[in-house]
């Protein structure tokens, strides 16, 4: 579930800003949520594959380090295999403190998505972000980082989603301006907490470098110079008697690099990726380790530290990026008890309860504007059948006649049917004028069918005879006398197309030369 690219999804619908804020006055907010603790280690089946941790003692602190999920809360489960998803972080962190190591989890942030799949409005993102919350409560996160994409959702109202009444994960931003007075007891700059079973305390701190500084300041959201803030953070950290200091640094490698130079109490920096596919390996400034895991939620890093007792070195320490395959599902009979899984079962009737897709505003598809004086609905791709016979029976046979079909059936979760995120690429014309809207408004247009490619044909079926319609209903049709070179580019715009749903996060498999002989209809 986008859960990432077109698919997916997850978690309760907020409430009114009037109506949090009149919560918060009368006193009348949920009872303040702590960290859920440690989750138990899966059981039947699932065993840390044997590739990883190689060689390993049991280390004095085991810190698991995640970044930048832009929203992606489970694979959708269109294509197999899918790397990424919450439900398999939960597995594995069970899995890792199932080996008797003291394990502390914390997230750079970039927790929420910018905009949904295909272009839609980020409707979803606020509802995606609490259940992202939750889920990483449930596995006993540490704290949580905040950045350009937390501040682009509005800094305000997500707060207010998640940290106004959870204590834990931390949201820690040690710069963030007057973040005492405009969001109290929201935002911390650090926190120290021993980890069970280790003799090391950690101490995590927040700080948004200025590269991202200036991403944020378009919404408002002010900062102070993280310079004169390290000095007091570092302090802080000292108070609480941290022996290990880890920062949640919104920054690049680079400004990463610099701040270890100046400052190389911070034994971990967690930093931004500039890549979806991370390095393996880990990048060292002097004795301080910085991880890079990559976007998406693909990956997470393990950082396993080891306490010297010297003076120039106080850490040993190894480090292992750790793919989230298919090895980390949860086995079949137990999905049921999973915490993630059963989050994402609540987000999906919280979208259906809520009817998430009712409230996604349509727009005009660029067919409906083509032409002046003109407007084309969507008419459904039975219409279509009379005149394009050929066409229609490739259609029939194709796995695009029965995509609505294959959200009902879904399993964990179920109800994708009411998931816009999902609906945008199995249906026609959803987010346009006259477009898919429901299964019950507009049963006529479930599936991929003609115009999902070809735009609404409306006009078109009125009068099938006037030519200005063609190149408008299809571009990419061959001119006579068509060149290699042209066909190429012309195949290579179909493709593109076709890569609005079938990206490498949803469709793993997809490759243009293999699948377009199975939709292929040159004859009309």
């Known amino acids: 579930m986008q859960t990432n690219g077109k698919s997916g999804k997850t978690i309760l619908a907020t409430l009114g800003l009037g109506v949090l804020c009149v919560l918060a006055v009368t006193g009348l907010t949920r009872m303040l949520q702590p960290r859920s603790g440690d989750p138990e280690p899966p059981r039947g089946g699932l065993e840390m594959p044997p590739r990883l941790f190689q060689g390993w003692p049991k280390p004095d602190l085991a810190l698991l380090l995640s970044a930048e999920q832009h929203g992606y809360l489970l694979p959708c489960g269109c294509s197999r295999p899918q790397v990424g998803g919450l439900e398999r972080r939960h597995?594995?962190?069970g899995l890792l403190r199932g080996k008797d190591w003291p394990v502390a989890a914390v997230d750079l942030g970039d927790i929420p998505q910018r905009q949904g799949p295909r272009l839609l409005p980020n409707v979803q993102g606020m509802i995606k972000y609490r259940y992202s919350m939750e889920a990483l409560r449930k596995m006993g996160y540490l704290a949580v980082g905040l950045g350009e994409y937390e501040s682009a959702l509005d800094l305000f109202r997500l707060l207010g989603e998640f940290a106004l009444n959870n204590e834990s994960p931390a949201v820690l931003a040690a710069n963030?301006?007057?973040?005492?007075?405009?969001?109290?007891?929201?935002?911390k700059s650090s926190l120290v907490e021993s980890v069970k079973g280790s003799?090391?305390?950690?101490?995590?701190?927040?700080?948004?470098?200025?590269?991202?500084g200036a991403k944020v300041k378009p919404f408002k959201v002010e900062l102070d110079d993280h310079r004169q803030v390290v000095p007091q953070v570092l302090q802080e950290l000292a108070k609480g008697k941290a022996d290990l200091n880890v920062l949640l640094y919104q920054g690049s490698l680079q400004e990463a690099k610099a701040l270890a130079a100046a400052h190389p109490q911070f034994h971990v920096i967690l930093c931004l990726s500039d890549t979806d596919e991370p390095s393996s390996e880990p990048v060292y400034a002097g004795n301080t380790l910085i991880a890079c895991p990559g976007h998406k939620g693909r990956y997470v890093a393990v950082a396993g530290v080891w306490a010297t007792g010297k003076a120039d070195k106080p850490y040993e320490f190894r480090y292992q990026l750790v793919t989230l395959g298919e090895e980390f599902m949860t086995p079949q009979g137990q999905q049921e008890k999973q915490p993630v899984l059963k989050l994402m079962e609540?987000?999906?009737?919280?979208?259906?309860?809520?009817?998430?897709?009712?409230?996604?505003?349509?727009?005009?598809?660029?067919?409906?504007?083509?032409?002046?004086?003109?407007?084309?609905?969507?008419?459904?791709?039975?219409?279509?059948?009379?005149?394009?016979?050929f066409a229609y029976d490739v259609w029939k046979k194709s796995k695009h006649a029965h995509a609505y079909e294959s959200l009902v059936n879904a399993k964990q979760p179920s109800l994708r049917q009411f998931d816009a995120e999902c609906v945008v690429c199995h249906t026609v014309g959803f987010g346009y004028d006259t477009g898919y809207r429901s299964e019950k408004e507009t049963p006529n247009l479930k599936d991929v069918g003609c115009e999902s490619?070809?735009?609404?044909?409306?006009?078109?079926?009125?009068?099938p005879n006037d030519e200005r319609w063609y190149p408008v209903l299809n571009p990419w049709r061959a001119a006579a006398n068509e060149t290699e070179v042209q066909k190429k580019e012309r195949q290579q715009r179909v493709d593109d197309f076709c890569y609005g749903c079938h990206d490498l996060d949803n469709d793993v498999h997809y490759k243009f030369d293999k699948r377009w002989p199975d939709v292929a209809h040159p004859t009309p």
């Open 91 to 93: 597995n594995f962190l």
């Open 346 to 389: 609540q987000y999906t009737r919280e979208l259906k309860t809520r009817n998430y897709l009712g409230q996604h505003a349509s727009m005009r598809h660029p067919s409906q504007v083509a032409i002046p004086g003109a407007v084309p609905s969507y008419v459904g791709t039975e219409r279509c059948k009379k005149c394009h016979e």
């Open 453 to 463: 490619c070809h735009g609404p044909a409306g006009e078109h079926v009125k009068k």
């Open 176 to 187: 963030l301006h007057n973040k005492e007075e405009n969001y109290p007891g929201q935002v």
């Open 199 to 212: 003799k090391l305390k950690v101490g995590v701190a927040g700080l948004v470098a200025p590269s991202v």
